[in-house]
């Protein structure tokens, strides 16, 4: 059964059993698995109950039984085997993992190894492993590892600590191969793992400065010692941080400067900065840092850097104007200016800038204007230091005025801040004037024209002139009549404007007919004239109309008369010139137009046809063409050649293929039309024809292609044939690489374990070798896919380990690979294989499984009257996968302890164990030294340890714990039976069997007796024992018999076998003087009963007898009545009364029964009541049959008395016969009274 059968979905089987008396059959499912199943008892059918578990239990037994209720059941055991599914996922041996390795570790070196196992078999306990995620996620870590199939994690690139990443987290995945599950292929994943991989910094780095560039600038006439720069430098390898010292290893101005070990450079000599006028009052100074340590070569690690120092002046000059823009001042003596000039817009907006100045001086100087127009504009910036650029600016835009002043000046004033020296730059502004007077048109009034239609927008004229105080400017009228013009200083004036209406073209061409042309190609000329008219003012440029061609493909060839339209082409025409989809049809636009202004134009289509002649010769793509063709081939494909003409049309570009040369006769071509006028000629071999390279190697044809028609043009092209040789020999396995080799299981070996090798006669073979089955073998027994992913073949025959975790001995014994050799280059008539070659892998055990105890639901019950010293009283069974000396248990007691019912425990020494193996199989014998304490109640825990016995290693156990109860002689039980003790001694497993089932304990034989036939008739023997449950506890007398009586089956199978009386053993022993007792309370107990009987019967005859004397007394009455007196009144139905009288009973009783009997008139009284006629149980039968009443014959019916009475009388007291006036109602009866 498969483990993934749903639970009481789909019927997992069917019992079925045939009865030859057609009786109803139930069917049972029972031993200690039968909770796995439910099963319908009448129709046998049988559900899931409990799921089944592949890997927990792979086959168990369960006993099936079916019941016809007459016979005794008939038990079958059926063995149920667990059909392995893919329902589990890998799962890794640990959920994280860390590792630590250095950063110079070289590529493809195993970082890591991971391991995940799947319980599954087959491809589904394949496992195969996966990298998901990197971090960081970089695209140097996206590829930096890769996974084997044996779980190693490979360095896939360098590592750096400080260039990558010090640190990496891999998430890791196990998949298993896929297997089937719920009816589909599935492939499960293990939960993901991460592995954390730390890397170790090394010293293979050489120090770095912190800055990448180091400037400072000090005082010409600082004093020794004077600190002027910090450098620092660390070590590039972060995670090492070695001590860096410093020195300086040049400089261009020796002795100058120095430097400490903390890298402080200090003034160690005077400077001078005149010395360094050419060197741009800089000193460059090399500083080197190095390490303390060497690095990993053995060599220094030091880095070195120039550090520029500038030695700066001191302030003793006063401030200089310069006539230059920073920063390209050189603030050279060439450049000091003290007059300097600017330009400015009259009214211009305040800030302005008018001309730049740039002051050069060390200290800080202060900036201000003065002279006569001081007061018009102010200096920026006020303050600064050292080298600036000074801006003199508008400050009140009024004042700057053209009409008044058309130059001004101001002073510029720089004060040195400290030595209060100070420097005068004079500058010259010239004022620029602006437009500030009223337009005036040069016109009062314009006559203008404009087109009909014109559009809005249409410039009318651009020839009205506007001065302004001597400036003159054109203005463009726009439909407007009053225009008026306005200058900037918002002044204005406004002239007049008369506007007359003209005509205009307004009528396009129209041209007449369509045109299309048919023309042969060469000797065809195109003569046509194209008719067309203009609807304007006739002998007017507007209807004068002109032909003009349109560009166009074409319309080069052609040529179209200006005035008349006549179109004609220039040369001949040639159809092949033509694009192949116009299909010979060329299109030409003639374009007629008008000569008014704007022009108008009318276009027209001509349209004409070139009609194709056979004017082309074929042509061949290539002038000669190399085929080559297999020997031994008859029929083959040689080749194909291919020639194109280039008329266009169908009937004059066919082309036709033939052949000549030496050795045509072995070939033949066949031609195929390809379409616009190419065609391809394929070349074969005849089909009875194959060309030997022995015999000829190659050929020289000549192909021709030819035009079918009456001019019968044709070319040519060469062809060669080359012969190819055959590779036709199938390669060959070295059996000396195919010896046996061994492999220890369970990751002790790795890598290549064997190569394969392959030889092949043939110079050009290309050969692999492929894998083509794997046999998995356990003691001689194929066990399947197992192995099946152990190994893997490479192409070049290499044999290596590709799941060396996953090689288990105890799975496979042997391992055999059976591989071939292929040739690649083989040719495909000929067997490109070798015979396949098997490579027997041999799997060397190791300890690595532990020994491990059989489960065994049976209860260890010890009962002291029972036991004795060296009787076995509990068992124990392990197995150990591993062989040979790995696999020998060895049993010991390691504790074993005394726990009393009060819990309290002690230590005791009163067993032994006694080893025994079968096969595989060993078993431990736990048996008692000495004799136990009867008094003690409770449990001995026995803690039982198997170990196996390695040569190698260390060896491996496992403990289990036995608890062996103690029973009281109180739960001593005794069934008596009515066989004697050989009869009961025979069928004892029976009555277990029976026993069990109706308690579901364990039953303990004690003794089987027979019993003295004086003191009981019906008994002839007894059985002793006790009912123990798996907790140790026992069933009582009273338990026991209301669990027999619940399973009627039981019982009535106990009852089959003799079982009579279940007791206690005082109980019987004590039977006697009970009976005895018994039989005086059941006379007593009779008696009382046949008291209550006979008085009972009393009072019914007495009441019984009074109602017949009523009767009696009503029928008499009757007789003294005359007939003549008698109603005629109608009985009232269902009483015994009529309407009037109310009095008269109708008793319908013989008048025998007028007596003292008392007899029921209902014939079943004469059936026996009496459930002791016959005092036996038919325990075979479904149910009782019911007697069937005993044979009588019903009394005659006697008349009905006042009936019969009244009938009788047939005359009155006169004595006269009288007529009968009587009826008898039949519906009213008094018998029953």
Known sequence: M??????????????????SDNDALTYEISGSYAYFFSVTPDTGEVKLASPLDYETLYSFTITISVNDHYNSPVRRDMQVFVEDKNDNAPVFQNSAFSTTISETLPVGSVVFSVLAKDPDTGTGGLVKYYIENVIPSTDDSKNLFHILNNGSIVLNDSLSYNNKSAFYQLELKACDSGGMWNDSEITHCSQPVFLSISVVDEPDLDPRFVREFYSASVAEDAALGTSVLKVEAVDGDKGINDHVTYSISNSTRSGWFSIGEDGVITVSAPLDREQLLNENEEVQIEVTATEKNLNIYGQEAKASMWVTIRVTDVNDHKPEFYNCSLPACSFSPQEAQVSFTGYVDEHTSARIPIDDLTMGDNGTFLLSLEGSDAEAFNVSPERAAGYVSVQVVVRNSEMVDYEKKTVMFVQVVATDSVSKNYSVANVTIHLRDIND???????SLYELTVPEHSPTGFVVTSSITVSDNGLQTQMRVNGVVSPTATDGGNQSSTTTLQITLLDINDKAPVVQGTYTVFVPEEDGNVSVTIQAYDDDQPDTNNSRLLFSLLPGPYSHNFSIDPNTGLLRNLEPLDREA????????????VRVTDCGEPPLSTDVNVTITVEDINDNLPIFNQSSYEFSVMERDPGEFVGTVKAWDADQTEANNRISFSLSGTGVNNFMIQGKVLGQGWAEGSLWLLPDVSLDYEAQKFFNLTVSAENPGPQGLDSTANVTVVVVDVNDEPPTLDAASLQSISVAENGSQHGLVAQVIAQDVDTDSVLIIELVNIICTKDNVDVGSVCHGWFSVFANGSVYINQSEAIDYEACHLVTLVVRAHDLTTDSRFDAYSSNGNLPIVIEDRNDNA????????????????????????????????????????FSILKSEFVSKNGAS??????????????????????????????????????????????????????????????????RVRLQFSTDKVDVGANVEEIKAALVQATRTTVYVVTIQNIDSVTRAQVQSYLDAYFVFPNGTALTLNELNMMIRKDQDALRQLLQLGLVVVGSQESQESDQPKLLTSVIIGLVVALLLVLVILITALLCVRKSYHRKLRAMKAGKEARKTPIEATTSTAAIPGTNMYTTERANPMLDLPTKDLGLESFSSNDLDNVSLNSLDKNAVDLDMDSKEIKKPLPHNSPELDPEPLSAVLSGRRAGTSGQQQRDLSFTNPGLDTTDL
Not at 437 to 443: A, D, L, V, Y
Not at 937 to 966: H, K, R, S
């Open 2 to 19: 498969s483990e993934e059968q749903p639970l009481n979905g789909a019927v997992a089987f069917w019992l079925v059993a045939t009865d």
């Open 437 to 443: 007077h009223r337009p005036t048109f040069s016109q």
């Open 578 to 589: 033509i694009d192949p989809a116009l299909e010979g049809h060329i299109v030409l636009t």
């Open 851 to 890: 020994p491990y105890f059989l489960p065994d639901n049976q209860t260890f019950v010890i009962i002291p009257e029972l036991v004795l010293p060296n009787q076995p009283v509990a068992s124990v069974q392990a197995r150990d996968e591993d062989s040979q000396h790995n696999g020998v248990i060895k």
């Open 906 to 971: 002690s230590p005791v020494q009163v067993f032994q164990i006694v080893p025994s193996v079968d096969v595989d199989l060993y078993t431990g014998s736990i048996e008692l030294v000495t004799n136990l304490d009867s008094t003690l109640q409770g449990t001995y825990q026995v803690t039982v340890q198997a170990q196996d016995q390695p040569i190698v290693g260390p060896a491996l156990e496992t403990q289990t714990t036995l608890n062996l109860f103690t029973v009281d002689q109180s739960y």
